[in-house]
């Protein structure tokens, strides 16, 4: 475990910064660490007459480290135990622990108990804390602080020399060119530069430490040895070493703040154009992505299979699920770097920012719409389109079924009708042929209904656009002329056979009976095996319901048709009877019909048989609509919560952007917290996609338990990211205007209180007219023209509405930006010393080489007063700098 943890509130205490116990198994590291500290804390010491020459020893007793503690820190401790005793070396110990810990330093595994025994590691890392507490968590260097802000320090101040690349605090200093950059940026005359070589690393380290500890009152800390030897030296020994550095030479940052200053002015004009440049690249290509993908969503092609239109809505899940939340992302951050750039564009007082035509914010919020549009449209399409094509499906299986059964029923039919054997038959045969025929003709009305039937999904398929309508027309026309034929030919007969009939007076009536109950029987059986061989599609569990509470009163007739059956086949016995006791010469089977008891049994064993197969089909549909059912109440129990939890929060932002409660910071930090309570919430707007995805799946198509649909849910999600995105740059930009304007709390809180008062539609934003009055009731004389000016300043883009922020960028503007002036004037003072202007060559020597340049050039056409060449007044450095602005 590392000797201190890590503590958010301190900068310095960063992770990497850490002791490692670990890396004292390298000997070179703890040798280099001992001589380093040792060095480090003698240069203190001494002040105080006093030194050490064991580190770990010198300190067991916790004298020589409480009078460290005492130097460095200009504090008094606690009075030290003078005893030798174990328990008086603890107590000292103990009371220098207690001090670090009162300076906000927490440490970690290191004890009293392990200093007073000499334990060398917890020494070095007890040391190596104070050092960080006291020689280098001060240091700051624009806006960095601690480790990162000496490192920032070492590369500005080497920047301009050759050879040297510092970024880090080991390898960066092996050659000894690091060293010698920093002492003769400083003092020049004590080092002459141009005679080191980078491949002579020991010369290099033994100038550089000689020369700091003559000159400059650093104690040589390190030899060259230490560090040449090394593969890689220790970065706490290096950074200990390069902290008295900078401790040696931070009476010289007068002339690095003001050129720092220029720099930043220049880093804000450099950041500007490259915002620029970054929302016209972004704003093309979310256009472009628009621009492709609208004609896509267009596309009303429909297709002829299931499964090619479930590709289809497969590829639109993909569209939805990974291609759009990026480009909404990336719509929200456009308009969020549009805001920024325009609000940093006024803060420094420079023309707002237009973009290319056709990219404005407005363009592409038209154009997105446009997207949405095609997108609704797209999805209602593929619905209907599958909706259609099941619908085809079940039609098109539903006429083949029964244009089978009906080609089963005709086949060998015109044969029959077209046989002359009544021409040769006898009297009684004459009679079995009438009554055959008179059967015959009630079987071929009782097919009429299928007949009708079958016609009418034909036209049904083709009103629905069938692809295979063609086939299908064709197949119905033959049937249907094969009906017409089979009406002609059976009236033909029956007139014939009635002709006959004149001369044949006898008919067995038991024939008959049989042949008249028999027929409509079996036209029962076979609608009966018709229906239960029927396909069926339901939606909803009450469909469901209606066909199995119908099967089950199919099924309560079927004793009483069982009764009808063995009424039939009575008749057949009785026949077979008759015949047996009379010895009746009949010639063949029954005369007038074709049914016989065989048949009639194995069609009642077919109902029989077809009877369970219906049954286990209408449950295992009630089971798939009674979890279609637990989809639908599944998805509306979380969408009836989702739903109102968005609206919510859009309410609850919209009340948090308007009212006054806090502090910018206090809104600011309450914001975030909301935004992050909102994203931590997005594992249930997943949960509901995958639930809305199950349901799609299922082709689930309504859902009587909820209001939502899953794209009022998607469009409140967006919404609601975006507008705490949006509300969250409106508060940073309030802070950042109140800031560089000088606006205190009290202020601020007037300008949200006046505005309030005149947002009378509690939109966040005034309307002209609204705003001219806000105008007048505090002051001004407005007249039409005045108005405009003032208009064009807060509403540039003319939206007709202005803005919390445009409001607090006027009020403030009328005010001077005079801190920026009186530090552009105290920068041309440090750099222009007691001459009245300043030198190119002065520029390049106190800033970096690029930055020095880009300045250079954008001062080119400014000449001074004394008209040497790249001299500049203070008005025109301050031109150059900042444009022709009140400065």
């Known amino acids: 475990m590392d000797p201190y943890d890590d503590d958010d509130d301190q900068v310095y205490m960063q992770q990497e910064d850490s002791w490692d116990r670990d890396l004292l198994l390298d000997p070179a590291w703890e040798k280099q660490q001992r001589k380093t500290f040792t060095a480090w804390c003698n240069s203190h010491l001494r002040k105080a007459g006093t030194q050490i020459d064991n580190i770990e020893e010198d300190f067991r007793d916790g004298l020589k480290l409480m009078l460290l503690l005492e130097v460095i820190s200009g504090e008094r401790l606690a009075k030290p135990e003078r005893g030798k005793m174990r328990v008086h070396k603890i107590s000292n110990v103990n009371k220098a622990l207690d001090f670090i810990a009162g300076k906000g330093v927490k440490l970690v595994s290191i004890g009293a108990e392990e200093i007073v025994d000499g334990n060398a590691k917890m020494t070095l890392g007890m040391i190596w804390t104070i050092i960080l507490r006291f020689a280098i968590q001060d240091i700051s260097v624009e806006e960095t602080s601690a480790k990162e802000g000496l490192l920032l320090w070492c590369q500005r101040k080497t920047a301009p020399y050759k050879n040297v690349n510092i970024q880090n605090f080991h390898i960066s200093w092996k050659d000894g060119l690091g060293f010698c950059a920093l002492i003769h940026r400083h003092r020049p005359e004590l080092i002459d530069y141009g005679k080191l070589r980078k491949d002579d690393p020991m010369t290099n380290l033994n100038t550089a430490f000689e020369v700091a500890e003559k000159y400059l009152d650093i104690p040589k800390m390190l030899d060259a040895e230490d560090i040449v030897g090394t593969a890689r030296p220790d970065q706490k020994a290096i950074m200990t070493y390069v902290s008295s550095f900078y401790h040696a030479f931070s009476g010289a940052q007068k002339a690095e703040t003001a050129a720092n200053r220029i720099c930043k002015v220049l880093a804000v004009n450099q950041e500007n154009e490259q915002l620029m440049e970054d929302y016209e690249k972004l704003a093309s290509d979310l256009l472009e992505w628009i621009r492709r993908t609208v004609p896509w969503l267009e596309n009303r092609a429909p297709e002829n299979t299931m499964q090619a239109m479930q590709q289809k809505l497969e590829d639109f899940r993909d569209y939805r699920r990974q291609h759009k939340p990026p480009k909404v992302q990336e719509k929200c951050q456009l308009e969020i770097n549009f805001n920024t750039l325009q609000t940093k564009l006024r803060l420094s007082n420079r023309p707002a920012f237009m973009p290319s035509e056709g990219k404005m914010v407005s363009d592409i919020s038209n154009a997105w719409g446009g997207l949405e549009g095609a997108e609704k449209g797209y999805e209602e399409w593929l619905l209907n389109e599958i ?207 074709a049914i016989d008891p065989q048949e009639v049994n194995a069609k009642w064993d077919k109902v029989r048989q077809l009877v369970p197969q219906r049954d286990q089909a209408l449950i295992e549909e009630h089971a798939r609509q009674q979890n279609n059912e637990r989809l639908r109440r599944q998805f509306a129990n979380q969408a009836n919560v989702i739903g109102p939890w968005i609206q919510t929060k859009m309410e609850e932002i919209g009340r948090i952007s308007i009212e006054m409660h806090g502090t910018l910071e206090d809104q600011l930090t309450h914001l975030r917290q909301y935004e992050k309570n909102i994203v931590n919430y997005k594992p249930k707007i997943d949960q509901l996609e995958g639930d809305h995805q199950l349901i799609q799946e299922a082709l689930i198509f309504d859902n009587k338990h909820t209001n939502y649909t899953m794209e009022h849910i998607r469009v409140g999600w967006e919404q609601l990211l975006t507008t705490i995105a949006r509300t969250i740059n409106e508060i940073e930009n309030q802070i950042l205007t109140r800031d560089a304007k000088g606006i205190s709390q009290e202020q601020m809180n007037e300008f949200r209180a006046s505005f309030n008062h005149f947002d009378r539609k509690r939109t966040g934003m005034m309307d002209a007219e609204d705003y001219k009055t806000c105008l007048i009731s505090m002051g001004y004389s407005l007249g039409e023209a005045e108005f405009s000016r003032i208009m064009s300043i807060v509403d540039p883009n003319r939206m007709g509405v202005v803005t919390f922020q445009a409001f607090i960028d006027f009020m403030s503007r009328e005010t001077a930006d005079t801190d920026t002036a009186d530090q552009v004037m105290a920068s041309f003072k440090v750099l222009a010393g007691d001459k009245s202007y300043i030198l190119a060559d002065e520029l390049r020597r106190e800033l970096p080489p690029d930055q020095a340049e880009y300045c250079i050039a954008r001062m080119a056409p400014y000449t001074g007063p004394d008209g040497a060449p790249g001299a500049l007044d203070y008005m025109s450095f301050s031109t150059a700098l900042y444009g022709e602005s009140d400065l």
Not at 447 to 460: G, L, N, P, T
Not at 484 to 500: F, H, I, Y
Not at 560 to 586: C, F, M, P, S, W
Request: charge should be negative.
């Open 387 to 593: 909706r259609r094509l099941e619908r085809l499906d079940h039609l098109a299986e539903k006429f083949r079924q029964k244009a089978a059964i009906h080609e089963a029923w005709t086949h060998g039919k015109e044969e029959m009708l077209q046989h002359r054997d009544y021409e040769t038959a006898s009297l009684s045969e004459i009679k079995a042929l009438l009554k055959k025929h008179e059967a015959f003709e009630s079987d071929l009305a009782a097919h009429q209904d299928r007949v009708e039937q079958i016609a009418a999904i034909a036209q049904e398929l083709n009103e629905l656009d069938y692809y295979d309508s063609p086939s299908v027309n064709a197949r119905c026309q033959r049937i249907c002329d094969q009906w017409d034929g089979l009406g002609n030919m059976t009236q033909k007969r029956s007139e014939a056979l009635q002709r006959t009939e004149k001369l044949l007076e006898t008919i067995d009536q038991l024939y008959l009976e049989f042949a008249k109950r028999a027929a409509p029987f079996n036209n029962w059986m076979e609608g009966a095996m018709e229906d239960l061989q029927d396909t069926f599609i339901v939606h909803t569990i009450e469909e469901i319901q209606g066909l199995s509470t119908a099967h089950e009163q199919f099924k309560a007739t079927l004793p009483e048709a069982d009764k009808e059956r063995q009424a039939i086949l009575g008749i057949h016995n009785e026949i077979a009877k008759i015949v047996q006791t009379y010895h009746v010469n009949i010639a063949g089977s029954n005369p007038y019909t």
